[in-house]
């Protein structure tokens, strides 16, 4: 079972970029069919995918999202980073990361965007 821990700035402004690490412990990030990845809880809102990272180092993104995002991996400290770039007060949000399945996920990191 993987333990999940996300951090982050917090508190960023409009047109910055965004990065954000998961930390992942009880499970190498590297291991054969591991797969992590970004969701995020907009206020009032549902869950949006984000992307993911395979035990590959793969990456895939949601279409409506992938020109300002980026995910990569730290083999070494075992962690995932995501980028999302140009942010906008719409990015404002909880951002999770999740294992395969979705059935390891961190605590979640809150993200404000002001304009």
């Known amino acids: 079972q993987a333990q999940l821990k996300e951090s982050g700035p917090g508190l960023v402004k409009s047109s910055q970029t965004l990065a954000l690490t998961c930390t992942v412990s009880g499970v190498s990030i590297t291991t054969n069919l591991a797969y992590f990845s970004w969701i995020r809880q907009p206020p009032g809102k549902g869950l949006e995918w984000m992307g993911a990272?395979?035990?590959?180092?793969?990456?895939e993104f949601s279409p409506s999202l992938k020109n300002r995002t980026s995910i990569s991996r730290d083999t070494a400290k075992n962690h995932i980073t995501l980028i999302l770039t140009s942010v906008t007060p719409e990015d404002t949000a909880v951002y999770y990361c999740?294992?395969?399945?979705?059935?390891?996920w961190g605590q979640g990191t809150q993200v404000t965007v002001s304009s």
């Open positions: 990272i395979n035990w590959n180092g793969a990456t």
């Open positions: 999740a294992g395969r399945g979705y059935l390891d």
